[in-house]
């Protein structure tokens, strides 16, 4: 953006001009950008008249008399109207511009030819030609634009010595430039060596790819040609040596080499072009173990090879971190939890195996060993996530502790490193205004945005809409409505949500039990209820007359339209899954209406506390409705809004005391 101000002699020329020339040419004259005159202009309250002008037969004669020859500017300053109108008459009318080649001498066209490596600005004032004219001229003499050089005379001469000898790509090594440049390099110098330009791809080179096919890798191969990677797979595609199915059979011998090796598919993929399912199906159905990479892999799966079920012996000297890890988790930690607090151990024990941590003795680890843990970890995780893995870690050493396994606790005083931290003033300033919970005022839009759409489907019928994934009807929209203004009301999560059934509608006191959650995420715990995530989020959770309505509108919907259900719930389709994103589509759209920005539905449980606090309702109250524990959990989310609760609280005291 050009900042500079404005010279009334600059502004002078705007307005005398304005109307005259093309905005290019302004902006050129004034040696400033475009958008800056129009921004001028703008400012100015400038208007192209020029297009609507009608000529006289004086100025109608003059246009066709002078326009072959004589500047489209010059003609418009003599007629008083734009270029654009010149223009525009001229094609109406017939007219061209004499062709102007003429003007080209011999000597100028040799010139362009012998300098195509200087730019366009030094070109166009040797020659005393615009640029559009010199970027034409080149065009026509199928020439091409050289980009100004860099190659030292040394460069020059290595190049000019190996030229032949090496292929390109080692050239490219050698020399250090890019294979483009260097062949860029060879047309300007007149090196137009057919090694380079086609390298080596000879009868004998052919036939080294057919005889290692099937029996050596890609990377070997190139290796043994001196090639790129990416070279050597489209030579084979070019002399037919296909990677379907049926042609696994020919390059059993390499994969079962690379097998033996510890390869896992992705890489045996990657070195013998077929697909990664592929081999997998030909590995099941020729009994050949192949693997894929643990990191691609279930945390729980990813444990058990890392031999999670195997026993530990508690007595050995040489007892191993990640040995003692295994036990105080299955011991002491994973009985009785929910999935998802099982998978984040398994994922701590992965983490701790692939670390050099876990390889070492219990005994031998001090304070700087689970530092340099937490500073690798912390690269690429966030604050909330380092703090709750950390805090894993540091029970499991205190427990160890506590068994006499090691005098101190090595992950006390652990120094904390986060993403967050790496994070510019602005990214932090960002991430702070990043939406939460909607405000007072958004809560009642959306609320009441809700309701009227709801009041108006449930009458409708069901409505699959493009929140299916496919063709098959799975979750109607207006059962996805339904669950947002339940998490919206009741704070509720939304497995509790999706754990509700017929049942947990108690009409005469208006309230919804929380006894059990749904099991919506795939694995062994899918499709079926399961326990809450603790005993306080067993609950009897209140609800206002308007909600009791729009749940018995939402029954009374469902079985005149025959919505099916699963085990008797109010909203899990036997047909297909709900899942977060479907819900979170959802609701941007509902959002995104009434000019509020797009929030997650987990974001709504955030939005009925900080509402609920907002009112000055006892934070002991919010936390029992949530189904938290205690209320540490509500002041470290919430502190802010507590706050200004407790000020104006003071306030009130002082006032009558």
Known sequence: MDNRPWTSEEVALLKDKYDKWYMKTIAEELDRTEQSVRMKAYKLGLVKQGNRKQFSEDEIDYIMENYP?????????????????????????????????????????????????????????TLKKSKERVYKKIKELGLRKLIPSDWTPEQDQMLKDNLGSLTVGRLSKLIGKSIPSIRTRCKRLGLFEPALMHPGWTEEH???????????????????????????????????????????????????????????????????????????????????????????????????????????????????????????????????????TRSRYFYIYCN??????????????????????????????????????????????????????????????????????????MELKKKREEKKWLE??????????????????????????????????????????????????????????????????????????????????VGKDHHKFLPTKNISSIRHVAVDP???????????????????????????????????STINKKMAELLEKIGIKPLTLHKLRHTHASYLIAKKVPIEVVAKRLGHTDTNMIRKTYGHLLKETEEKGISQILSLI
């Not at 339209?561 to 719930?569: C, P, R, S, Y």
């Open 206 to 340: 052919d036939q080294l790819l057919r005889d290692d096919n099937g029996f050596a890798t890609i990377s070997e191969t190139a290796e043994k040609l001196g090639r790129a990677y990416s070279s050597i797979r489209s030579r084979k595609i070019r002399l037919g040596l296909t990677t379907n199915f049926e042609d696994i059979p020919d390059h059993e011998p390499v994969i079962r080499r690379l097998v033996g090796e510890k390869k896992y598919v992705e890489e045996i993929a990657k070195e013998t072009g077929f697909t990664i399912k592929n081999l997998i199906r030909y590995g099941f159905e020729n009994n050949i173990p192949i693997k894929s990479e643990p990191k691609r892999l279930s945390s729980e799966i990813r444990a058990c090879r890392y031999g999670f079920e195997d026993e530990v012996d508690l007595k050995s000297k040489k007892l191993l971190f990640i040995e003692w890890y295994r036990h105080w988790a299955k011991t002491f930690r994973m009985d009785g939890v929910a999935e998802a």
């Open 440 to 521: 007072v005022n958004e809560y009642q839009l959306f609320k009441q945005h809700l309701i009227m759409k709801l009041q108006r489907t449930l009458y409708e019928k069901p409505d699959y809409g493009p929140y299916l994934g496919g063709a098959k009807k799975v979750t109607p929209v207006q059962t996805l409505m339904v669950i947002i203004l339940v998490a919206l009301k009741t704070g509720m999560r939304f497995s509790e949500i999706l754990g509700l059934t017929r049942d947990d509608i108690l009409t005469e006191t208006s309230e919804l039990v929380v006894d059990k959650t749904w099991g919506y995420r």
């Open 546 to 580: 308007e909600m009791m309505i729009m749940l018995d509108l939402y029954i009374r919907w469902q079985d005149e339209h025959k919505v099916e259900t699963l085990e008797n719930t109010l909203f899990n389709s036997p047909y297909g899954d709900i899942f977060n």
């Open 352 to 425: 701790i195996y692939e670390n050099k941590l876990g390889q070492m003795r219990l005994k031998d680890i001090r304070r700087s060993d689970v530092q340099a843990y937490a500073n690798d970890f912390g690269k690429d995780h966030a604050k909330k996530t380092v703090l709750a893995h950390m805090q894993i870690l540091r029970s499991c050493l205190k427990d160890a502790m506590a068994e006499g396994l090691i005098e101190f606790n090595p992950a006390a005083n652990i120094q904390m490193t986060y993403t967050e931290q790496r994070l510019s003033p």
């Open 69 to 125: 020859t004589v500047s489209t500017r010059i003609i418009a300053e003599k007629v008083n109207c734009s270029e654009t109108r010149i223009y525009s008459f001229a094609r109406q009318m017939g007219l061209e511009k004499e062709n102007r080649e003429v003007r080209w001498a011999d000597e100028d066209i040799e010139f362009l030819k012998n300098h195509l490596d200087m730019p366009y600005e030094d070109l166009t004032k």
